[in-house]
């Protein structure tokens, strides 16, 4: 029985090859469908923005008068807030600590102490000086906190001389966050659909206190904790137990530092989080499967520039970026370091919401991923800017299920949860030219133990829905190319629509329920030969 529907799935194929399918089937492939320079991208095709305005979903740390005058980006006034609706700032006046006197304690202002200590590295000739500071005001992780990997590299880091300029420079640029940044930061929390706009130079200042671990409340990670749902944000985690992963880290955030103290970057960046108010209805979508790219070479941040670029998120945004971990997404945020700020305001993703980025700029070159990523050498950006002086780079972070067996993937539930987080991505409010494609890969496979088949599929339909054609990068994977755009020259040829897609989805699902080894494009194919064969 197995031989005959495999007979019948081939036949079908080869028919409709046969009609103009364009490529003939040929393992190895690596690269199929559309033209790679015919795929829609930025800044020809974009996603008009309108005029810079600040309003009730949409704050702005820059005057906006000031930018629509002379484009100059100076700091919108403003006060620090001190509640759970914003960023607590190292500099507020309730940021303070006892000090214990002979007579009766005193509350002091930790801003002042910083100041203070900061202050002591304009002449820092060792990496211990910076332990030493760090550590002054944060005194309860004073014998907790380690700096083995932060000593180490500036014992191995090249020009020791250079690297404490770059220190001192740092330092100074942490401490003019007071005037830098004057504008309380909203925290962009789960269910908003709220947008954060700041200039690369705000950026620069907060990453600096960020560094020096300067962020009040956000050090402990305790369940209880009051951020224990967002992301940690200050740097201490990066200094310590040391790995050639935090080696080569520590080079790529350097690079970051060192551009930004000699030359700093005089653009905006916008943190846009999304959210979807219920879901999507699949069953009844009538959009026609979007134009594919796919590919076994390149990258999505190389040959996808200017399309909408898939970070494969944590729900953490940033995942291992300030620890161990090395994988797409912390690469992601090492190159373009400016990411990394996302991790001060943004809480954990939940099932419908996403993280947007526009703008952010690239300092890095690297090689390899994991164990085998290496700090290259500076990047020149020459990514056009938009009209809010944003660079034309777009990244979405989507976080997938990590499942802890392959047939979690198959249950409906689950499979309805990834295409409303894909499509809460892929989605645009706006629309100038077009829409930019997507650039995007094996989302969720690898440790998230996803189908990399069913999830480029997931990712067709959600793209489809959300009038984008899609760039599939297999990451070297040839074999991976020839299925997936058989499947997709199929579903075109065939006129599946995404609902109807949906619906063959849906049964094979309650199919595996049964057959737990059923192949999902398998029973694709012969679900269309047993309908044409009863007609």
């Not at 199929?32 to 991208?41: P, T, Y």
């Amino acid at each position: 029985m197995r031989e005959r529907k495999e007979s019948t799935r081939e036949s079908l194929m080869e028919v409709e090859m046969s009609q103009g399918g364009g490529v003939s089937p040929s393992r190895g492939a690596a690269c199929l469908g559309e033209k790679l320079a015919s795929m829609r991208r930025a800044p020809e095709y974009r996603e008009d923005p309108g005029e810079l305005q600040f309003g009730p979903s949409h704050t702005v740390l820059i005057n906006v008068q000031g930018f629509k005058t002379d484009k100059q980006l100076r700091p919108q006034p403003g006060a620090s807030v001190w509640n759970s609706d914003h960023v607590k700032m190292p500099y507020s006046v309730r940021n303070t600590f006892t000090k214990q006197g002979p007579f009766r304690n005193e509350d002091k202002l930790r801003w002042d102490l910083i100041r203070k200590k900061l202050n002591k590295l304009s002449n820092v000739t060792k990496s211990e000086t910076i332990e030493e500071v760090i550590k002054s005001y944060n005194v309860n992780y004073k014998n907790e906190w380690k700096f083995d990997a932060l000593h180490l590299f500036f014992e191995k880091g090249g020009s020791k001389p250079e690297l404490f300029r770059v220190v001192k420079a740092m330092a100074e640029l942490a401490l003019k966050l007071p005037d830098i940044c004057p504008k309380t930061i909203p925290l962009l929390k789960q269910g908003m659909n709220h947008s954060l706009t700041l200039s690369q130079e705000q950026i620069s200042c907060l990453l600096a206190n960020a560094f020096f671990c300067t962020f009040p409340h956000r050090n402990s990670t305790h369940p209880r904790a009051e951020y224990s749902n967002y992301p940690t944000i200050n740097f201490n985690r990066l200094f310590g137990e040391s790995s050639q992963r935090k080696q080569e880290k520590l080079k790529t955030i350097f690079q970051y530092f060192r551009s930004v103290t000699e030359t700093p970057p005089q653009g905006l960046v916008t943190f846009e989080r999304r959210s979807l108010v219920g879901p999507h209805d699949w069953i009844h979508c009538d959009s026609k499967i979007s134009k594919l790219h796919i590919t076994s070479e390149g990258a999505i941040e190389k040959e996808g520039k200017g399309m909408l670029q898939v970070d494969f998120a944590c729900a953490m945004v940033g995942g291992g970026v300030l620890g161990s971990g090395l994988v797409q997404e912390e690469i992601r945020f090492l190159t373009h370091t400016e990411l990394i700020v996302s991790r001060l305001f943004t809480e954990k993703l939940s099932d419908r919401d996403v993280l947007c980025i526009t703008g952010p700029q690239c300092y890095s070159e690297y090689t390899g991923y994991s164990d085998t990523y290496r700090w290259v050498g500076p990047h020149t950006d020459t990514t056009e800017r938009d009209g809010w002086l944003r660079r034309c780079t777009t990244i979405i972070a989507i976080d997938a299920i990590k499942f802890k067996s392959e047939q979690q993937q198959f249950e409906m539930r689950n499979v309805e949860r990834e295409l409303n987080k894909a499509y809460c991505g892929f989605r645009s409010r706006v629309q100038a030219q077009g829409y930019p494609s997507v650039a995007t890969g094996n989302w969720g496979c690898g440790a998230f133990n996803g189908d990399s088949k069913l999830k480029a599929l997931i990712q067709i339909m959600a793209a489809s829905e959300a009038r984008r054609d899609v760039v599939y990068f297999t990451f070297g994977n040839k074999e991976l190319v020839q299925e997936i755009w058989n499947m997709h020259n199929f579903l075109q040829k065939q006129h599946f629509t995404v609902g109807k897609l949906y619906s063959v989805l849906k049964k094979f699902c309650e199919r595996r329920r049964y057959n737990p080894a059923g192949d999902l494009y398998g029973f694709i194919y012969q679900s269309y030969a047993d309908l044409k064969s009863r007609h």
